[in-house]
């Protein structure tokens, strides 16, 4: 007899059922692009209200992202234990609360300190949104919903350009800017009350009654077949907890490959700490060329509107060319294109060239960096594999926009900074030619430690659960 939590995963795809959750599970990951990539129109703004130096402006995107790293660690650990449902929707209360605050701050240490702890409520909204979409979705489609979600970030960056350029004319326009988000915040958590909570997660807690209430009505939604389950006792946890947990899955992940792991870790800091720097600087370094503010606004979101093309097309192409091939090759070009902006950036029409083709090729590379790292581990490694290559590169990232303004800037010059970490990014991907392997078309629990071998089997789904 089948479970319940695989009567869930073998239910038909239905746009009123799992849809609905994906699409308010991604505007909950739109939420985040949108905040991060609002630091990047905050700090020119704030740097003339406050007065404030290139390192100082720098601070406005670090407490942020360090306030997001500790909520994506936090976060996840909370949902495991009040539910999905819960910190789904918690999450974005703080968020609101501290934007609100933020808005109305006196002084710049009191605006970093509240923009620090509205990082925490949304840095925990990309771990509980993957959890709850992935446990509702069917695992037929599990991979593509997943690679789906990865959309909604160019989509909420584009969307902040526009938004912002808007308000450049409003007198105390970055305060407009903050306290804009606030309202659909609210909405989107109005929204989240009516999900269900997660079945898997219902089951893993015992909750038999409840587990079943909402297996039933999803099986009543969606059409399908009637059959009889069990709900397995729950497995009482063991072990240690908390920091202790923490460390063992560390050491669980190292020994399982050296290789794999530093990878991994290599791919995700490099790739992303080019990213943020690029998306936290670019409205600034606009500037200082002279540009005004709304034409440096828009210039930085045209590289945001063209990644929501890159994303479809590199959902495309992952099964095709294979994972490797596509971020050993795109994610060095995409620096290049943005030393190539630093080199020309004093020409209007070669700088936007350059400045849009980094942002489709790093929209290429980030789903397809997503999806195999996910796939780099056995299923019993796969959550904790993943989430500590992210945690690594969110806790570096936090610091990129500090590091970039107050150091490499100023003393490297643009394009030998560009260059420096485009060499970071091209160690990366040699590394990941030598030390992993591909993993197109290999079952994802083929082997316990793969080598790079040719390539084998069906397709595999992204990002077992």
């Not at 073998?10 to 630091?39: C, H, M, R, T």
């Not at 609100?100 to 949104?129: E, M």
């Not at 407009?176 to 109005?190: D, E, G, I, K």
């Amino acid at each position: 007899m089948k479970t319940g939590d695989q009567i869930v995963q073998e239910l038909p795809w239905k746009w009123s059922v799992q849809g609905k959750i994906f699409i308010i599970g991604g505007l909950g990951y739109l939420f985040d692009a949108y905040d991060i990539a609002l630091n990047g129109f905050l700090m020119p703004l704030l740097g003339e209200h406050f007065d404030l130096s290139l390192s100082g402006r720098g601070l406005v995107a670090t407490a942020n992202l360090v306030g997001m790293a500790v909520g994506a660690v936090a976060w996840g650990a909370v949902a495991d234990r009040i539910g999905r449902k819960k910190a789904f929707s918690v999450t974005l209360l703080i968020f609101a609360l501290f934007s609100v605050l933020g808005a109305l701050a006196p002084t710049y240490p009191v605006f970093l300190a509240l923009r620090f702890l509205a990082g925490i409520g949304l840095g925990g909204c990309i771990p509980v949104d993957y959890a709850l979409v992935g446990e509702f979705s069917p695992r037929k489609y599990r991979g593509r919903v997943l690679t789906g979600l990865d959309a909604w970030w160019p989509i909420g960056v584009t969307l902040c350009g526009l938004v912002s350029t808007s308000m450049l004319t409003l007198e105390g326009n970055w305060r407009w800017m903050l306290a804009t988000m606030v309202l659909p915040a609210l909405l989107l958590f109005w929204a989240r009350r009516g999900i269900p909570e997660s079945p898997v997660y219902l089951t893993k807690k015992g909750l038999d009654t409840e587990a079943r209430q909402v297996i039933d009505e999803l099986v009543a939604r969606t059409g399908a077949t009637v059959e009889p389950y069990v709900i397995p006792e729950p497995v009482p946890e063991t072990g240690p907890r908390g920091v202790a947990a923490a460390a063992q899955q560390l050491r669980r992940i190292w020994a399982f490959s050296p290789r794999i792991t530093s990878a991994a870790w290599l791919l995700f800091a490099t790739i992303m700490l080019v990213y943020y720097a690029a998306l936290s600087w670019m409205p600034s370094i606009l500037r200082e060329e002279g540009q005004a503010d709304t034409a440096a606004f828009m210039t930085t979101t045209l590289m945001s509107g063209v990644g929501i093309l890159g994303v479809l097309v590199s959902t495309a192409l992952v099964d095709i060319v294979g994972r490797k091939w596509l971020i050993g090759v795109t994610a060095p070009v995409a620096t290049l294109a943005l030393v190539v902006f630093a080199l020309v950036r004093h020409l209007p029409t070669g700088s936007v060239v350059a400045i849009a083709v980094f942002g489709f090729l790093m929209q290429l590379t980030i789903p397809a960096l997503y999806a195999y790292v996910s796939e780099l581990y056995p299923t019993p490694l796969r959550a904790s594999g993943f989430g500590w290559a992210s945690s690594v590169s969110r806790a570096l990232t936090g610091f990129a926009p500090l590091l970039f303004g107050s150091v490499m800037w100023p003393v490297l010059g643009l394009p030998m900074t560009f260059a420096v970490l485009g060499v970071t990014v091209l160690v990366a991907v040699v590394w990941m030619a030598v030390a992993a392997p591909e993993t197109k078309g290999r079952a994802l629990d083929e082997e316990d430690e793969p080598a790079p071998s040719p390539l084998l089997g069906a397709v595999p789904e992204q990002a077992a659960l």
